[in-house]
């Protein structure tokens, strides 16, 4: 699914970011990338998503180059293939939870109120669907966004700190909810600090100083059903 191959990224051509990286991920897997602030996470995740482009090397997304695509190819392929979850949420505080769900399906293809409602429904928000940002809690915001990330079928989900700004029960029910989205045969690639999320991929990748450094098989734990979820299908 994702090849990324010798690629480096440079800041006004001095600050190296991501140094001769090379990796392979498999079409359904869960990988987690792990490391220290300042490792190139958060860069690497930028480019798999195709919001930033390497300064040299090459990224391969289901078969496509991603690198010699033009800004609108690059835009549409992301619309596409590619779902977000961002760590400090990103939603539109003047829209509701089920507007911001609406807003992806609209730069997508075509807004549609139902199906939004269903994939609120599906994370557990049918009931705060009309609710705006400021009246969730960050749990249920994080919820929004996984329901945003899904709206459109995309094969590869990417989730940069998705459980950095949650307490311990909202992290239960989002991390669930990454489970069943892997279940169901997305690929998922999830930046964290956490070395509990990392241990529930099938695999860990640590960068140091931009430089992929070690590749680990994860144990993968079994987490209890969250009671808030237990009808929950995603």
Not at 20 to 46: F, H, Q, Y
Not at 83 to 93: E, I, K, M, S, T
Not at 138 to 151: H, K, P, S, T
């Amino acid at each position: 699914m994702i090849q990324i191959r010798d690629v480096t990224k440079e800041y006004n051509g001095t600050t190296r970011a991501l140094d001769c990286v090379s990796l392979d991920i498999a079409e359904g897997e869960w990988v987690a990338i792990m490391g220290p602030s300042g490792s190139g996470k958060t860069t690497l995740l930028n480019l798999l998503s195709c919001l930033d482009r390497p300064t040299r090397g090459t990224v391969t997304i289901d078969g496509a180059d991603v690198t010699r695509l033009a800004a609108n190819q690059l835009a549409q392929f992301r619309r596409e293939k590619v779902g977000l979850v961002f760590q400090q949420f990103h939603l539109v505080q003047y829209l509701t939870a089920l507007e911001n769900v609406m807003l992806a399906q609209y730069f997508h293809s075509m807004p549609d109120a139902p199906e939004a409602r269903a994939a609120l429904e599906q994370v557990g928000l049918a009931e705060r669907a009309d609710h705006l940002p400021s009246q969730l809690s960050g749990g249920e915001q994080q919820r929004v966004c996984v329901a945003r990330a899904l709206i459109n079928q995309p094969r590869i989900i990417l989730a940069d700190e998705p459980t950095g700004n949650l307490d311990e029960a909202n992290e239960e029910i989002v991390l669930d909810l990454f489970r069943r989205m892997h279940a169901r045969g997305h690929t998922v690639v999830i930046v964290t600090h956490d070395a509990a999320v990392g241990e529930l991929a099938d695999r860990v990748l640590r960068l140091e100083h931009g430089r992929l450094v070690g590749e680990e098989s994860a144990s993968r734990i079994a987490l209890p059903e969250p009671r808030a979820l237990m009808r929950v299908s995603v």
